[in-house]
């Protein structure tokens, strides 16, 4: 799927996904913002274990879930924790247990730095020009512990800098040429460092990009990277 830019409270936003090749693997990603009262935005990034039509099930639930408990003001953790309690037992029906990665991500146009907690997603990046800096997980997935614990990280998040959060479809996609090489967070941040000054836009469409050449477009499971920055940052 081609770029999304959109608005988010005073950040901007853009994602490129890419779907499974093979249809009974797709669904499980979720991205979601929620502008809050106080101004500040909060950004999820998950990847749910079910696939097929479960998982865009499983991935509705973890969106409404989110936009409810980021509506109220929570930080991330706190977020986090909430969406730990989820259980995706559908009434007379017998689902394996289905856990998921996530971020849950505050950013708040008053301050220069991201609030973040991470239950087991290690796609985290921001990006200040050709410098990077590595977001890194503060708890377990969600859905295998039920007194599990999250922990707020405090990042720099400077006007011109970029967050930017990606599921595994695209760091665990392999060469077209050779099957035992992957993307990699490597291939990632290559492509977002290769030049200055990106947009949300053009910094998710060069990871989208690369990952295309690298896989020559095909990929064993979703794909999704989502770039989030200060100001209405949309143009390529």
């Given at each position: 799927m081609p770029a999304q830019v959109r608005s988010a409270g005073r950040f901007a936003s853009a994602v490129e996904s890419r779907s499974a090749a093979d249809a009974a693997r797709r669904g499980g990603d979720v991205f979601?913002?929620?502008?809050?009262?106080n101004g500040s935005t909060a950004v999820l990034l998950a990847d749910v274990s079910s696939k097929g039509s479960l998982a865009l099930l499983h991935a509705?639930?973890?969106?409404?879930?989110?936009?409810?408990?980021?509506a109220l003001e929570r930080?991330?953790?706190?977020?986090?924790?909430?969406?730990?309690?989820?259980?995706?037992?559908?009434p007379g029906r017998s689902v394996?247990?289905?856990?998921?990665?996530?971020?849950?991500a505050v950013l708040d146009p008053c301050l220069?730095?991201?609030r973040y907690a991470s239950?087991?997603?290690?796609?985290?990046?921001?990006v200040h020009g050709r410098a990077h800096r590595h977001l890194v997980p503060t708890g377990p997935v969600l859905g295998v512990f039920d007194d599990a614990v999250y922990t707020d990280c405090i990042e720099p998040f400077a006007g011109a800098d970029l967050l930017?959060?990606?599921?595994?479809?695209?760091?665990?996609?392999r060469s077209t040429g050779d099957r035992a090489r992957q993307f990699g967070t490597s291939g990632l941040v290559?492509?977002?460092?290769?030049?200055?000054?990106?947009?949300?836009?053009?910094?998710?469409?060069?990871?989208?990009?690369?990952a295309d050449l690298f896989t020559g477009r095909v990929y064993v499971d979703d794909a999704t990277v989502a770039v989030m920055a200060h100001g209405p940052r949309t143009a390529t």
């Open positions: 979601c913002t929620v502008g809050r009262a509705e639930i973890m969106r409404r879930a989110f936009k409810r408990a980021a930080t991330p953790s706190a977020v986090l924790g909430e969406l730990n309690a989820i259980r995706f037992e559908i394996s247990v289905t856990f998921a990665s996530a971020i849950v220069r730095f991201v239950a087991g997603h290690d796609i985290g990046v921001i930017v959060l990606a599921t595994d479809g695209f760091t665990e996609c290559r492509a977002l460092t290769a030049r200055k000054g990106l947009s949300c836009h053009a910094a998710a469409r060069a990871v989208a990009q690369g």
